[in-house]
T-cell receptor
């Protein structure tokens, strides 16, 4: 079955801390991987994507993610978080239809 | 604003009533998607269109649900005989030919069935 599993449902960090959000997927077709972000009161936005090529992808606002095929993982990282990174983050996989994980609520303490 | 727009943003209805939501995609985006998001969950795929053709429907889309995109531009999602379990955020997204997998989401319509 196609699925996405996000390891953490709620993460609380202080500003300047490093961030890593875990994501594992199970998918039978060509793997296209995404991280979406939803800031409070805003709609879902694409943070970064992986289709092929360099497994380390960089997105907006200093975020990056690494595709590790052998581990079926696509973890999101940021070396130093800011209060403005407070949001919900969704890992997703798919093509014509996207399968989302349940999301991780990230709360950054000022 | 040239993003995906959805109307209404909020809808409260009584169980058993019919509701219809509208989605206007980004201009020239030929693909349009509907998702449903319930509390504590990520969005779940419902259906998608390429131009006016409905190409796939999830089994989540029971026979009470129908979606249309008659002219290949805006789309409507209708729920007949609403049930409390239909309460959710209904999201619309669109993408452009050649970049189908980059979906741009609208703000959603929050449905509450009382």
């Amino acid at each position: 079955a196609q699925s996405v599993s996000q390891h953490n449902h709620h993460v609380i960090l202080s500003e300047a801390a490093s961030l890593e959000l875990g994501c594992n997927y199970s998918y039978g077709g060509t793997v296209n991987l995404f991280w979406y972000v939803q800031y409070p009161g805003q709609h879902l936005q694409l943070l970064l994507k992986y289709f092929s090529g360099d497994p380390l992808v960089k997105g907006i606002k200093g975020f990056e993610a690494e595709f590790i095929k052998s581990k079926f993982s696509f973890n999101l990282r940021k070396p130093s978080v800011q209060w403005s990174d407070t949001a919900e983050y969704f890992c997703a996989v798919g093509g014509d239809k996207i399968i989302f994980g349940k999301g991780t609520r990230l709360h950054i303490l000022p | 604003d040239t993003g995906v727009s959805q109307n209404p943003r909020h809808k409260i209805t009584k169980r058993g009533q019919n509701v219809t939501f509208r989605c206007d995609p980004i201009s020239e985006h030929n693909r349009l998607y509907w998702y449903r998001q319930t509390l504590g969950q990520g969005p779940e795929f419902l259906t998608y269109f390429q131009n006016e053709a409905q190409l796939e429907k999830s089994r989540l889309l029971s026979d009470r649900f129908s979606a249309e995109r008659p002219k290949g531009s805006f789309s409507t999602l209708e729920i007949q005989r609403t049930e409390q379990g239909d309460s959710a955020m209904y999201l619309c997204a669109s993408s452009v030919l050649g970049l189908e997998y980059e979906q741009y989401f609208g703000p959603g319509t929050r449905l509450t069935v009382t």
